[in-house]
């Protein structure tokens, strides 16, 4: 049984660029959360889906956004990347609140 | 402010040895409090979890009891191992579903 996918591995973008990371749920889970994680810091909570729709945010600009398609999987985009946006990003998926959530192994992004 | 404070790192210990990561937090009610790790390169693994007050998560010889006199969460492991190393990260979820981590705690041991 596969966990949470999250493609692609590494990416390295220019300033102002955008970007799209892609992620699937563990099978049977139809929460996702994305998350972001600075280097040498604990992973902060971007949004969370679920039934297709963003079900709450952190706190984070309008220039990450994201989608769920019928299948649980999903996407987070960033538009006009600042160095800053450089972090692990991960994906969690779970199938209830005290299930706890499943991570991937995330997605390493560089903004040069 | 984060309302998961773990101590900091790194913490070294020699293989055998006894250890103890503290987190507290603060939280209106009784959330589920989790104990994440996180390997070099890795995303984040579940350890263990407690859903409510008193009880006591354990995995592959590490624990944790949720007190809530104290809001702690402290993880414990009577004897690591050099293969324990890594990156412990404290986590509770709130009332909305929702993952709060403290800043983490790096484990190095050495045989």
């Known amino acids: 049984d596969a966990g949470v996918t999250q493609s692609p591995t590494h990416l390295i973008k220019t300033r102002g660029q955008q970007v799209t990371l892609r992620c699937s749920p563990k099978?049977?889970?139809?929460?996702v959360s994305w998350y972001q994680q600075a280097l040498g810091q604990g992973p902060q909570f971007i949004f969370q889906?679920?039934?297709?729709?963003?079900?709450q945010r952190g706190n984070f600009p309008d220039r990450f956004s994201g989608h769920q398609f019928p299948n649980y999987s999903s996407e987070l985009n960033v538009n006009a990347l600042l160095l800053g946006d450089s972090a692990l990003y991960l994906c969690?998926?779970?199938?209830?609140?005290?299930?706890?959530?499943?991570f991937g192994s995330g997605t390493r992004l560089t903004v040069v | 402010g984060n309302s998961v404070t773990q101590m900091e790192g790194p913490v070294t210990l020699s293989e055998e040895a006894f250890l103890t990561i503290n987190c507290t937090y603060t939280a209106t009610g009784y959330p589920s409090l989790f104990w994440y790790v996180q390997y070099p390169g890795e995303g984040l693994q579940l350890l263990l979890k407690a859903t409510k007050a008193d009880d006591k998560g354990s995995n592959k010889g590490f624990e944790a009891t949720y007190r809530k006199e104290t809001t702690s969460f402290h993880l414990e492991k009577g004897s690591v191992q050099v293969s324990d190393s890594a990156v412990y990260f404290c986590?509770?979820?709130?009332?909305?579903?929702?993952?709060?981590f403290g800043t983490g705690t790096r484990l190095q041991v050495f045989p």
């Open positions: 986590a509770r979820m709130t009332n909305t579903d929702k993952l709060i």
């Open positions: 099978s049977g889970h139809d929460t």
């Open positions: 889906y679920y039934e297709e729709e963003e079900r």
């Open positions: 969690a998926s779970s199938s209830g609140p005290t299930a706890g959530y499943t």
